[in-house]
């Protein structure tokens, strides 16, 4: 067969939103390392970003899944809220292993999984109100297992906190002129391992099709012989487990508990899964759009802060600058790839 | 079990709500052989095909299959593929998001594992050997509509089935594909295949059918031969009455054929809309009945919502009575008195969740204006009047639309374009899948409304239908008009050769 | 017959929408009455400016539900046109009272006297308020985003945009009047905010009887396409729905600035997008859009304010609350699921039928 010329409407919907990201995360980045040389020039940045986010892009991967499967999980922020408490409250009054804390993020994380699931799959409860009710529940636990927000100071995990994973070659020479070599923190890595094997699910598993099924057409999927309850219950699962375990992350990056944690975190993560190309009406997504999403995400945030405009508010109004500007080139690309 | 028989349906009952769609029917299928399920629609055999498949649970009843010693439990659509049973819906039943060669594999492979390699490379040869225009890798809602059905034909006959039920699924295939619709029932037939075939079309039953069940009014009519029963013996069982109904549609045709020679009510020049039609003229004048005709796709339904201003309208005008009036939206349509019934009844026609009475008086009301509400007792009184007037079987008028048969949905429609009065009064498509006895109601209708003076344009895949109700067609090819027959050019062979292309 | 009869009705209400919400008030109203009844007793007491006034946990309900109610009325239009919710409402009920400080301060962030009467700032509220909901319209009906979506770019960027409009500054309005909007009007005392709520509630009560704002909703909600070729304009349908909301929100911006005399950015109508969507949830409403039943929903919003109050009665922290607010709303959305409640009338079917059986 002739090889079709490369053209929009050869592309699925997915790889073409996908496309847009990437294209744009460039753009932006290389504008950035341009126009603000400074700190962006310096590799660093970009891991510090990544060490930031870490938690964000976990919890993302589980999002799109919910969102690809046509659901929508917005307790994702109480969970890792939860998480924090939960195992800084273990490390520090009880004084646990870190093992044995990340044990802790896995069955919050499992626990609220199987409840939101159960619900939203087989009770055919709208994942918004499940969820929405999986926060209030989540913050509100949060409080009530410790009220005041503190630090930890388990000796074990300030180790495990501390730790660095070196990148080779990427250093740089610092004022003294001394060389410090880059890093990312044990998250990042943890990340990066997610964001592979969500890939690889999404793609090469039968499951991960069905995912794309039952959130482009739920009625159709039932009629081809998939499992539709069991796919969404999976989706929530997965979703929720990854709350757990980004909650963790999250912990390790910022050592401390508190009820304010990951405020407002499930609708970045929201907004990082649109941004990577995946929509809210399911069938459509894919984990590296998402990657780029929140990367896209967090490095709006930092030119906001270099060029000086660091109050709080400026970042609000660029990310929903930013959202609005993706929805619309979203919408607009599908109205005019139909035609 | 009978000898033979792949399946067995025994005494199954269902209902629903209000309803009692199954009662007590039994239905055999035996091994290599075609079986027409028949019935009007609301008979009962979508229902007896959902319990089936597994889409509906049965009320009591059992289901035996060959190999199994028990009656088996279908609890789901993957419980009836895994027993042997694959079904293509009338609906298209796939995802639109996903590759051509997913939607054939999905949810019917085991493992763990997509190997993308070998399922686009299986997925071509079934293109290939089924000769269906798409690309394995092609997203699917790229397809057209006939594509998907014949992806759908192609996944159902490559699983090794051992019934296959195929519901409706010709109504958007044109004769070609039918052909090899066909060709692929008698080869699957011949391998020991049952095949169950649900259509409401007779000449598709004669051609390819073995045996035939009637159902009607969810009860069990009889399971008869094909040669020991003969076209008019089939109407009259799934109507449950003699019929001599289609003589008395040719008397009334006379009556209103005086209204020749009026001026036109409508006429338009130069009109095409974004659906991609060409430029065409059109007239129509006071008590005509004519049609748009040509093969699937050849633009007639977008000829007649260009007229009533459904898509966006880039040229043309359109006079009434001799004066100009614009008309780009379809409310301008309506406020100039034309009404236009939609070829797809669920996705352009009901508003599912709604009652029978607000379906009945939402056009009237949306011309009305936002500021003047049909009271609720006006409103009862109109849908009180209509149900009466079309015989709609419908519990009561608040009972939501969706949950009537499609014949009556249909006639709600119609029911809703006639309560605006218009003067003229566009129907694309009524008679599509629904039963005879309805098809004959509209038909009737037309003709008794055309002679009280209304115009109508009515649209049919069903080219004898058109012959018997209309008196000039308009014949369309590749998004064109390509002729207008009327009087005595008005024979099948004519149109045929119009549409063809061939001037002889 | 007459047992049939009986037995009809029984059902009828079981399946009634308004059900829901009903019962779960009664059974919160039981449970307070039960542990303490007090939670009914109401005192006309008089407060601090010597004005008589109404007081008691259900007063406290009435007051502080209205602004759930307001929002209930707006939202259940929005979710039964677009089958999605604003989540943006907060944000934009925080800029709707910027604006009202703003307008009444007139720069000056601790001014003497009002520098525009509160009408004027109202208007000029409802105008910027309308202008989000237009903005989130735009982008829901023309741009067909998803609701969810579309409204979080504002939900994102709201609370900024209200600090924006006064400089980040905390005006504060020292005038008597302009708290009575949030309290007590001198001489009546009933709470101000429920008679605004039943004001807003009348209105809509007129507008759902002399316009065909609820069927065109429902029928837009429903299908689309159909609505568009029975001369609806779904588009310009799902915008006004958005703007109506936007009217709802600039009164409860009022309601919330006029309570503090003066406005806290982060704080202010916080997390009432959530409760507003559950109040329409609560009341049996399909959030994926179509039918709706008004009355259910401001019910609903009733029934979780009546939730917070109990919980607050019982000195649950309130940063705590949400939690057990989660457990109720759990057990009422599993008792009200289709599949649940098919399961509870088989059940009661059989209960009945042996009931009969043994009767007879």
Same mark, same amino acid.
């Given at each position: 067969?002739?090889?079709?010329?490369?053209?929009?409407?050869?592309?699925?919907?997915?790889?073409?939103?996908?496309?847009?990201?990437?294209?744009? /995360?460039?753009?932006?980045?290389?504008?950035?390392?341009?126009?603000?040389?400074?700190?962006?020039?310096?590799?660093?940045?970009?891991?510090?970003?990544?060490?930031?986010?870490?938690?964000?892009?976990?919890?993302?991967?589980?999002?799109?899944?919910?969102?690809?499967?046509?659901?929508?999980?917005?307790?994702?922020?109480?969970?890792?809220?939860?998480?924090?408490?939960?195992?800084?409250?273990?490390?520090?009054?009880?004084?646990?292993?870190? /093992?044995?804390?990340?044990?802790?993020?896995?069955?919050?994380?499992?626990? /609220?999984?199987?409840?939101?699931?159960?619900?939203?799959?087989?009770?055919?409860?709208?994942?918004?109100?499940?969820?929405?009710?999986?926060?209030?529940?989540?913050?509100?636990?949060?409080?009530?297992?410790?009220?005041?927000?503190?630090?930890? $100071?388990?000796?074990?995990?300030?180790?495990?906190?501390?730790?660095?994973?070196?990148?080779?070659?990427?250093?740089?020479?610092?004022?003294?002129?001394?060389?410090?070599?880059?890093?990312?923190?044990?998250?990042?890595?943890?990340?990066?391992?997610?964001?592979?094997?969500?890939?690889?699910?999404?793609?090469?598993?039968?499951?991960?099709?069905?995912?794309?099924?039952?959130?482009?057409?739920?009625?159709?999927?039932?009629?081809?012989?998939?499992?539709?309850?069991?796919?969404?219950?999976?989706?929530?699962?997965?979703? $929720?487990?990854?709350?757990?375990?980004?909650?963790?992350?999250?912990?390790?990056?910022?050592?401390?508990?508190?009820?304010?944690?990951?405020?407002?975190?499930?609708?970045?993560?929201?907004?990082?899964?649109?941004?990577?190309?995946?929509?809210?009406?399911?069938?459509?997504?894919?984990?590296?759009?998402?990657?780029?999403?929140?990367?896209?995400?967090?490095?709006?945030?930092?030119?906001? $802060?270099?060029?000086?405009?660091?109050?709080?508010?400026?970042?609000?109004?660029?990310?929903?600058?930013?959202?609005?500007?993706?929805?619309?080139?979203?919408?607009?690309?599908?109205?005019?790839?139909?035609? | 079990?009978?000898?033979?028989?792949?399946?067995?349906?025994?005494?199954?009952?269902?209902?629903?709500?209000?309803?009692?769609?199954?009662?007590?029917?039994?239905?055999?299928?035996? #091994?290599?052989?075609?079986?027409?399920?028949?019935?009007?629609?609301?008979?009962?055999?979508?229902?007896?095909? @959902?319990?089936?498949?597994?889409?509906?649970?049965?009320?009591?009843?059992?289901?035996?299959?060959?190999?199994?010693?028990?009656?088996?439990?279908?609890?789901?659509?993957?419980?009836? !593929?895994?027993?042997?049973?694959?079904?293509?819906?009338?609906?298209?039943?796939?995802?639109?998001?996903?590759?051509?060669?997913?939607?054939?594999?999905?949810?019917?492979?085991?493992?763990?594992?997509?190997?993308?390699?070998?399922?686009?490379?299986?997925?071509?040869?079934?293109?290939?050997?089924?000769?269906?225009?798409?690309?394995?890798?092609?997203?699917?809602?790229?397809?057209?509509?006939?594509? !998907?059905?014949?992806?759908?034909?192609?996944?159902?006959?490559?699983?090794?089935? =051992?019934?296959?039920?195929?519901?409706?699924?010709?109504?958007?295939?044109?004769?070609?594909?039918?052909?090899?619709?066909?060709?692929?029932?008698?080869?699957?037939?011949?391998?020991?295949?049952?095949?169950?075939?649900?259509?409401?079309?007779?000449? !598709?039953?004669?051609?390819?059918?073995?045996?035939?069940?009637?159902?009607?009014?969810?009860?069990?009519?009889?399971?008869?031969?094909?040669?020991?029963?003969?076209?008019?013996?089939?109407?009259?069982?799934?109507?449950?009455?003699?019929?001599?109904?289609?003589?008395?549609?040719?008397? #009334?045709?006379?009556?209103?054929?005086?209204?020749?020679?009026?001026?036109?009510?409508?006429?338009?020049?130069?009109?095409?809309?974004?659906?991609?039609?060409?430029?065409?003229?059109?007239?129509?004048? =006071?008590?005509?009945?004519?049609?748009?005709?040509?093969?699937?796709?050849?633009?007639?339904?977008?000829?007649?919502?260009?007229?009533?201003?459904?898509?966006?309208?880039?040229?043309?005008?359109?006079?009434?009575?001799?004066?100009?009036? @614009?008309?780009?939206?379809?409310?301008?349509?309506?406020?100039?008195?034309?009404?236009?019934?939609?070829?797809?009844?669920?996705?352009?026609?009901?508003?599912?969740?709604?009652?029978?009475?607000?379906?009945?008086?939402?056009?009237?009301?949306?011309? !009305?204006?936002?500021?003047?509400?049909?009271?609720?007792?006006?409103?009862?009184?109109?849908?009180?009047?209509?149900?009466?007037?079309?015989?709609? @079987?419908?519990?009561?008028?608040?009972?939501?639309?969706?949950?009537?048969?499609?014949?009556?949905?249909?006639?709600?429609?119609?029911?809703?374009?006639?309560?605006?009065?218009?003067?003229?009064?566009?129907?694309?498509?009524?008679?599509?899948?629904?039963?005879?006895?309805?098809?004959?109601?509209?038909? @009737?209708?037309?003709?008794?409304?055309?002679?009280?003076?209304?115009?109508?344009?009515?649209?049919?895949?069903?080219?004898? #239908?058109?012959?018997?109700?209309?008196?000039?067609?308009?014949?369309?090819?590749?998004?064109?008009?390509?002729?207008?027959?009327?009087?005595?050019?008005?024979?099948?062979?004519?149109?045929?050769?119009?549409?063809?292309?061939?001037?002889? | 017959?007459?047992?049939?009869?009986?037995?009809?009705?029984?059902?009828?209400?079981? +399946?009634?929408?308004?059900?829901?919400?009903?019962?779960?008030?009664?059974?919160?109203?039981?449970?307070?009455?039960?542990?303490?009844?007090?939670?009914?007793?109401?005192?006309?007491? %008089?407060?601090?400016?010597?004005?008589?006034?109404?007081?008691?946990?259900?007063?406290?309900?009435?007051?502080?539900?209205?602004?759930?109610?307001?929002?209930?009325?707006?939202?259940?239009?929005?979710?039964?046109?677009?089958?999605?919710?604003?989540?943006?409402?907060?944000?934009?009920?925080?800029?709707?009272?910027?604006?009202?400080?703003?307008?009444?301060?007139?720069?000056?962030? +601790?001014?003497?006297?009002?520098?525009?009467?509160?009408?004027?700032?109202?208007?000029?509220?409802?105008?910027?308020?309308?202008?989000?909901?237009?903005?989130?319209?735009?982008?829901?009906? %023309?741009?067909?985003?998803?609701?969810?979506?579309?409204?979080?770019?504002?939900?994102?960027?709201?609370?900024?945009?209200?600090?924006?409009?006064?400089?980040?500054?905390?005006?504060?309005?020292?005038?008597?009047?302009?708290?009575?909007?949030?309290?007590?009007?001198?001489?009546?005392?009933?709470?101000?905010?429920?008679?605004?709520?039943?004001?807003?509630?009348?209105?809509?009560?007129?507008?759902?009887?002399?316009? &065909?704002?609820?069927? %065109?909703?429902?029928?837009?909600?429903?299908?689309?396409?159909?609505?568009?070729?029975?001369?609806?304009?779904?588009?310009?349908?799902?915008?006004?729905?958005?703007?109506?909301?936007?009217?709802?929100?600039?009164?409860?911006?009022?309601?919330?600035?006029? +309570?503090?005399?003066?406005?806290?950015?982060?704080?202010?109508?916080?997390?009432?997008?959530?409760?507003?969507?559950?109040?329409?949830?609560?009341?049996?409403?399909?959030?994926?859009?179509?039918?709706?039943?008004?009355?259910?929903?401001?019910?609903?919003?009733?029934?979780?304010?009546?939730?917070?109050?109990?919980? %607050?009665?019982?000195?649950?922290?309130?940063?705590?609350?949400?939690?057990?607010?989660?457990?109720?709303?759990?057990?009422?959305?599993?008792?009200?699921?289709?599949?649940? +409640?098919?399961?509870?009338?088989? &059940?009661?079917?059989?209960?009945?039928?042996?009931?009969?059986?043994?009767?007879?």
């Amino acid at each position: 067969m002739q090889k079709s010329k490369f053209s929009l409407k050869n592309l699925t919907d997915t790889n073409l939103l996908l496309m847009i990201t990437i294209v744009v /995360f460039f753009v932006m980045y290389i504008a950035a390392m341009i126009f603000l040389k400074a700190g962006f020039l310096k590799p660093q940045t970009f891991f510090n970003i990544l060490n930031a986010n870490a938690s964000l892009i976990i919890v993302s991967c589980g999002m799109s899944l919910v969102m690809i499967t046509g659901g929508i999980d917005i307790s994702v922020g109480g969970v890792v809220a939860l998480v924090s408490m939960c195992c800084a409250v273990y490390l520090d009054f009880h004084n646990g292993s870190v /093992f044995g804390a990340v044990l802790i993020a896995l069955a919050i994380g499992l626990g /609220f999984g199987i409840v939101q699931g159960f619900l939203v799959a087989y009770l055919d409860i709208q994942p918004f109100i499940v969820s929405l009710a999986g926060m209030f529940f989540a913050r509100g636990m949060t409080t009530i297992v410790n009220t005041n927000p503190f630090n930890v $100071s388990n000796e074990q995990f300030v180790a495990a906190k501390n730790t660095r994973v070196i990148i080779p070659g990427l250093g740089t020479m610092n004022k003294l002129g001394k060389y410090v070599d880059a890093y990312v923190e044990i998250g990042v890595v943890v990340a990066l391992i997610i964001v592979v094997l969500f890939f690889c699910l999404l793609r090469w598993t039968k499951l991960g099709r069905s995912f794309y099924a039952v959130g482009g057409n739920q009625q159709s999927a039932l009629m081809l012989g998939i499992n539709v309850k069991r796919t969404k219950f999976i989706s929530h699962l997965l979703c $929720s487990l990854m709350a757990g375990i980004g909650g963790f992350v999250y912990f390790l990056h910022v050592g401390s508990g508190s009820a304010s944690h990951a405020m407002g975190m499930e609708m970045n993560a929201i907004a990082s899964s649109i941004i990577g190309g995946t929509m809210l009406t399911g069938g459509v997504g894919n984990i590296i759009g998402t990657f780029f999403g929140v990367l896209s995400l967090s490095t709006i945030q930092n030119i906001v $802060s270099s060029v000086g405009l660091d109050q709080a508010w400026w970042t609000g109004i660029t990310i929903a600058a930013m959202l609005c500007l993706f929805l619309v080139v979203q919408s607009v690309v599908i109205a005019r790839k139909k035609r | 079990m009978r000898d033979k028989a792949v399946l067995e349906m025994k005494n199954i009952h269902k209902s629903f709500p209000g309803v009692r769609a199954l009662q007590a029917v039994d239905f055999t299928l035996c #091994e290599g052989e075609i079986h027409a399920l028949m019935g009007e629609n609301g008979a009962g055999k979508s229902t007896l095909i @959902k319990v089936l498949t597994g889409v509906y649970s049965k009320d009591s009843g059992d289901i035996f299959l060959k190999g199994h010693d028990k009656a088996v439990a279908i609890h789901s659509p993957q419980d009836a !593929q895994n027993l042997g049973i694959s079904t293509v819906y009338q609906e298209i039943t796939l995802c639109p998001n996903l590759s051509v060669a997913e939607n054939m594999f999905i949810g019917r492979t085991k493992g763990f594992g997509q190997n993308w390699k070998k399922m686009n490379a299986e997925a071509d040869r079934i293109l290939k050997s089924l000769d269906i225009p798409a690309k394995a890798t092609q997203q699917l809602g790229s397809c057209s509509l006939a594509v !998907q059905q014949m992806i759908a034909i192609g996944r159902a006959v490559d699983m090794d089935c =051992k019934v296959l039920i195929l519901d409706e699924p010709t109504s958007s295939l044109d004769e070609g594909e039918v052909e090899k619709l066909f060709k692929l029932m008698r080869d699957l037939k011949a391998k020991g295949v049952g095949i169950i075939f649900v259509t409401h079309f007779l000449d !598709q039953v004669y051609e390819v059918c073995d045996k035939i069940t009637v159902l009607r009014d969810g009860q069990l009519v009889g399971e008869y031969e094909i040669e020991n029963l003969p076209r008019v013996q089939l109407v009259s069982k799934m109507l449950g009455k003699e019929l001599d109904d289609m003589s008395d549609i040719k008397s #009334e045709q006379s009556t209103y054929k005086d209204s020749d020679n009026n001026a036109p009510v409508f006429e338009a020049a130069g009109l095409c809309s974004d659906a991609g039609i060409k430029l065409f003229d059109f007239y129509i004048k =006071k008590g005509e009945v004519n049609g748009f005709t040509g093969l699937l796709g050849s633009g007639r339904s977008e000829c007649v919502r260009a007229i009533f201003g459904a898509d966006r309208i880039t040229g043309g005008t359109v006079k009434k009575n001799g004066k100009t009036v @614009k008309i780009t939206k379809p409310i301008d349509a309506m406020k100039n008195g034309i009404a236009y019934l939609p070829e797809d009844r669920k996705r352009d026609g009901i508003v599912g969740d709604l009652s029978v009475r607000d379906n009945i008086i939402l056009a009237l009301q949306v011309m !009305q204006g936002f500021f003047k509400p049909i009271s609720k007792a006006q409103a009862y009184k109109y849908a009180d009047e209509y149900i009466k007037l079309l015989s709609i @079987k419908t519990a009561s008028a608040d009972t939501p639309i969706k949950s009537l048969s499609g014949g009556n949905q249909q006639k709600v429609l119609i029911g809703r374009w006639l309560l605006t009065h218009p003067e003229y009064l566009i129907l694309d498509e009524p008679t599509r899948g629904i039963d005879v006895g309805t098809k004959i109601d509209i038909q @009737k209708l037309v003709l008794k409304l055309a002679s009280e003076g209304m115009s109508v344009t009515f649209i049919s895949s069903e080219t004898d #239908e058109m012959l018997r109700t209309c008196s000039r067609l308009v014949v369309m090819r590749d998004r064109k008009v390509v002729g207008e027959l009327s009087g005595e050019d008005l024979t099948q062979n004519k149109i045929m050769s119009t549409i063809a292309g061939g001037d002889k | 017959m007459k047992d049939m009869k009986t037995k009809f009705s029984v059902k009828n209400i079981f +399946r009634n929408q308004i059900f829901i919400p009903i019962a779960a008030m009664l059974l919160l109203l039981i449970f307070n009455l039960i542990l303490d009844p007090s939670f009914f007793k109401v005192t006309l007491g %008089y407060n601090s400016a010597g004005n008589p006034v109404l007081s008691g946990y259900l007063i406290t309900i009435l007051d502080s539900g209205s602004e759930l109610a307001i929002l209930a009325i707006g939202m259940t239009l929005v979710t039964a046109a677009t089958g999605g919710q604003d989540i943006s409402v907060g944000a934009t009920a925080a800029i709707a009272g910027s604006v009202i400080l703003r307008v009444l301060c007139g720069g000056n962030s +601790r001014p003497e006297h009002m520098q525009a009467p509160i009408i004027v700032a109202f208007l000029v509220a409802v105008l910027a308020s309308m202008l989000c909901g237009a903005f989130n319209g735009i982008l829901v009906a %023309y741009f067909k985003i998803q609701p969810m979506v579309a409204t979080l770019i504002l939900y994102t960027a709201g609370r900024s945009i209200a600090a924006w409009i006064n400089n980040n500054e905390l005006p504060v309005i020292s005038d008597e009047s302009f708290s009575y909007f949030g309290g007590f009007i001198p001489g009546i005392c009933i709470p101000t905010p429920f008679l605004i709520a039943l004001l807003c509630i009348i209105v809509t009560v007129l507008v759902m009887k002399f316009t &065909t704002l609820g069927l %065109y909703t429902q029928a837009v909600g429903i299908n689309e396409h159909s609505s568009k070729l029975n001369g609806l304009n779904p588009i310009f349908i799902k915008f006004i729905t958005f703007v109506i909301l936007g009217v709802c929100v600039a009164v409860v911006g009022l309601i919330k600035v006029s +309570r503090i005399s003066t406005i806290n950015y982060s704080v202010i109508a916080k997390d009432i997008e959530m409760d507003a969507i559950l109040a329409v949830a609560l009341g049996g409403n399909a959030l994926g859009g179509g039918k709706f039943n008004m009355t259910a929903s401001i019910i609903g919003a009733y029934v979780i304010q009546c939730l917070t109050t109990t919980l %607050y009665k019982f000195n649950v922290q309130s940063d705590a609350l949400p939690a057990y607010k989660a457990v109720v709303v759990i057990l009422l959305v599993v008792s009200s699921a289709p599949t649940v +409640r098919a399961w509870f009338t088989k &059940t009661w079917a059989g209960i009945t039928a042996k009931n009969v059986k043994e009767v007879g």
